[in-house]
C-alpha cells in the first residue's frame, strides 16, 4: 500500500533533550511538509522540501530542523530550542509544486516532561 | 462557520440532516482550495477540493461551494451519518509563497444519532 508513515506515534521527552520524528513515504512524491498542530488550532507549517537535498522554512521554523537526503524520507528534529514543543506534528507529502492534495501521515504525538 | 483562532466553532446535526460548514479566506491569489476531515488523533484525509475557475463541485454525498467575490468556502455533507463525525478543516494555496497550503482552525462536526 503506498503511504505515508510517521512513526512513533507517541514520544515523550524531557526538557533540554532533542527529538527527530520520522517520516517516509513511498507514494513518490517530490514535496514533503511538516505541520505543528495544538488543540483548537489550525497546522501550521514548520518546514517543507520540493526537492532532494532543498528545504525550505515554514511558519514557525524556530526550534526545528530537517533534512532531505532521500526522496522518501524528511525527518524532523525538535530541538531544545523549542520554547514549547509538546504537539501533534504531521507529516504530509505531494507530487509536486503545483496546487494540489497534500497527503497526511497518522501523525506523531511528543509530549515533554 | 470557521475562523483562525484559539476557539473551535462546533456544529451540531441530527443524523439524516444535511450540514454546511462554512470557511472564510484570506488570499485573494488563492487558486486552490480544499477541504479536509480528522477524526481525532489521526492525521487530515482529503474530502474535496477546487480550484477558482469553479464555483462548485461535487463528491459522493459533498459539495463544495466557492465565492471568491466575498471569499467564503462552504462544504456541505449530504445525509450526515455518525461516521462524518470529526473536524473539519479548509486550506487555501498561497501561489506567492510556493503554493503552501494555509489551514483554517477547523470546524467541529458532532451528529446526534
Known amino acids: 500500500d503506498g503511504g505515508i508513515t510517521q512513526s512513533p506515534k507517541y514520544l515523550f521527552r524531557k526538557e533540554g533533550q532533542n527529538v527527530t520524528l520520522s517520516c517516509e513515504q513511498n507514494?513518490?512524491?517530490?514535496?514533503m511538509y511538516w505541520y505543528r498542530q495544538d488543540p483548537g488550532q489550525g497546522l501550521r507549517l514548520i518546514y517543507y522540501s520540493q526537492i532532494v537535498n532543498d528545504f525550505q522554512k515554514g511558519d514557525i521554523a524556530e526550534g526545528y530542523s530537517v533534512s532531505r537526503e532521500k526522496k522518501e524520507s524528511f525527518p524532523l528534529t525538535v530541538t531544545s530550542a523549542q520554547k514549547n514543543p509538546t504537539a501533534f506534528y504531521l507529516c504530509?507529502?505531494?507530487?509536486?509544486?503545483?496546487?494540489?492534495?497534500?497527503?497526511f501521515g497518522e501523525g506523531s504525538r511528543l509530549t515533554v516532561l | 462557520g470557521e475562523s483562525v483562532g484559539l476557539h473551535l466553532p462546533t456544529l451540531s446535526v441530527q443524523e439524516g440532516d444535511n450540514s454546511i460548514i462554512n470557511c472564510a479566506y484570506s488570499n485573494s491569489a488563492s487558486d486552490y482550495f480544499i477541504w479536509y476531515k480528522q477524526e481525532s488523533g489521526k492525521g487530515p484525509q482529503f474530502i474535496i477540493d477546487i480550484r477558482s475557475n469553479m464555483d462548485k463541485r461535487q463528491g459522493q454525498r459533498v459539495t463544495v461551494l466557492l465565492n471568491k467575490t466575498v471569499k467564503h468556502l462552504s462544504l456541505q455533507i449530504a445525509a450526515t451519518q455518525p461516521g462524518d463525525s470529526a473536524v473539519y478543516f479548509c486550506?487555501?494555496?498561497?501561489?506567492?509563497?510556493?503554493?503552501?497550503?494555509?489551514f483554517g482552525a477547523g470546524t467541529i462536526l458532532r451528529v446526534k444519532s
Open positions: 504530509a507529502s505531494s507530487m509536486g509544486t503545483a496546487p494540489g492534495e497534500l497527503f
Open positions: 507514494l513518490n512524491h517530490d514535496a
Open positions: 486550506a487555501e494555496n498561497w501561489p506567492e509563497y510556493g503554493n503552501k497550503l494555509v
